[in-house]
Nanobody, 126 residues
Framework: EVHIVESGGGSVQTGGSLRLSCAASGFGFRNYAIAWFRQAPGKEREAISCIPESYGNWFYADSVKGRFTISRDNAKNTAYLQMTNLKPEDTAVYYC???????????????????WGQGTQVNVSS
């Protein structure tokens, strides 16, 4: 059975930092590109970062470039999103998703991702 569980969300003040984790099981994690999405109230879900399964382009949305860093540890079947200099507009539910092969092109072409987590809430206050 496939499981993706995000953790690490919480409430911080502007300028603070959080590290989100995405723990996966039940599928070949190392063969999947992993992406982070977020959805704020009243807004569409947006892709904010992606790390390919091996080679290929990574992805960062303009809104998070220079502040967020994605990484993965295939030995632990876990991906991370280090978020720094957080802003109120970063407030959202953050989701981790996996896409089988093809790297982060899946984000560019808005391809459907294969597996999703349940999300973790991030609140940034001013």
């Amino acid at each position: 059975e496939v499981h993706i569980v995000e953790s690490g969300g919480g409430s911080v003040q502007t300028g603070g930092s959080l590290r989100l984790s995405c723990a996966a099981s039940g599928f070949g994690f190392r063969n999947y590109a992993i992406a982070w999405f977020r959805q704020a109230p009243g807004k569409e879900r947006e892709a904010i970062s992606c790390i390919p399964e091996s080679y290929g382009n990574w992805f960062y949305a303009d809104s998070v470039k220079g502040r967020f860093t994605i990484s993965r540890d295939n030995a632990k079947n876990t991906a991370y999103l280090q978020m720094t200099n957080l802003k109120p507009e970063d407030t959202a539910v953050y989701y981790c998703a996996a896409h089988r092969s093809g790297g982060c092109v899946a984000v560019d072409v808005k391809a459907p991702f294969d597996y999703w987590g349940q999300g973790t809430q991030v609140n940034v206050s001013s």
